[in-house]
């Protein structure tokens, strides 16, 4: 819902909804496995730890994919060695379902945590404070949850409250925002905790010449997590706790005629991708609605005068959304250098983005934590075919 006024007080901006101030993120942080990848040596890698140097075709077809990515490294927690002792997980479709869970449920909140713990460093406030928790995962279901085990480990309140999210996919770090926004403008004083921890434990597995939606996967995923602590009534100046970038609204849409395009199912041998050629073409198909939808009660409608922060699922996406929505060159910079550095990490990936972006802006001294610019937009896609909008306010960077 778009908010009922704007009002303007000196350097501050202080933003209402139904008389409630709209929700803010109040810092970040990110994680990564210290294994990393190298992409233009992971062809040899994959094929060797898989014992697929058989398929040398395949193998020419999979240098191809990760040449045109554009990737240029990923973290991944899954070494080697984890790999020797879970052979089952090198196979195309062996059953490896009860080794993954293992191994997920452990390091899956080891690296929420990493990524919480850093933000609520930089937001500087007693743990105490915080009110609620969501924790997101594209798989690794279990009873108690990520969201248990995060309160523990990091020492929370018991009385927290708790979201766990499961099975979203790509789409959800605005999944995540759109309902922290929520719990933070109707609950008073609410601090929320929101972690997204993503691993590729679950979907590495050998190559198949009749599966190329896998191999595309295993060319492009990669492992990371992100935190980032949302709360209302904020001002600009004059508070210990400091906005990084207001949360104006949110929506969700399926996109038309996207049917079984972008999903995941479980099975015994993990879960398995389903990632269809055309997804590009629908996104930027219905980017410019997307837009529109979103903006129009602002009266924006120019997309070089919003900064960008949207999920990148793959090279021709990035380049499908630049192309659709008539965006100058350097407009996207923030998201291909995570892209090239990280991979597309699912659900944390575009706080990596956010987190980039804030960042530079100090370094290269712009007004704004938007790169100078007031008004933005995050945008999530995945299964479904889904699109998360978030409309983004900047705040002002105080030298």
Known sequence: MAPN?????????????????????????????????????????????TNSED???????????????????????????????????????????????????????????????????EWGQPKSKITHIIVNSTSGVDMPGADYQLIRSLGLKTSVKRVMLYHQGCFAGGTVLRIAKDLAENNPGARVLVVCSELTIPTFRGPSEDDSASLVGQAIFADGGSAVIIGANVPDEGSVERPLFR?????????????????????????????????PKLIGKN?????????????????????????????AIIKEIEEKAGLEKEKLKDTWNVWSEYGNMSSATVFFILNQMRKRSLEEKKSTTGDGLKWGVLLGFGPGLTVETVVLQSVPIVA
């Open 247 to 279: 949360l104006i609204s949110t929506s969700e849409v399926i996109l038309p005629n996207s049917e079984n395009t972008v999903g995941g199912h479980l099975r015994d041998c993990g879960l398995t991708i389903v990632l269809s050629p055309e997804v």
């Open 287 to 315: 980017i410019q609605t997307c837009l529109e939808e979103a903006f129009s009660p602002y009266g924006i409608s120019d997309w070089n005068s919003v900064f960008w922060a949207p999920h990148p699922g793959g090279a």
């Open 55 to 121: 398929k040398t075709e395949l193998k020419e077809k999979f240098k191809r994919i990760c040449e045109k990515s554009l990737i240029k490294k990923r973290h991944m927690r899954l070494t080697e060695d984890i790999l020797k002792e879970n052979p089952s997980m090198c196979s195309y479709d062996a059953p490896s379902i009860n080794e993954r869970m293992d191994l997920k449920l452990v390091e899956m909140p080891k690296l929420g945590e990493s990524a919480a713990i850093e933000a609520i460093k």
């Open 5 to 49: 006024n704007v009002s303007v007080e000196g350097s501050q901006t202080v933003i209402q909804r139904g008389g409630h101030a709209v929700a803010s993120i109040l810092a970040i942080g990110t994680a990564n496995p210290s294994n990393f990848f190298i992409q233009a040596d992971y062809p040899d890698y994959y094929f060797r730890v």
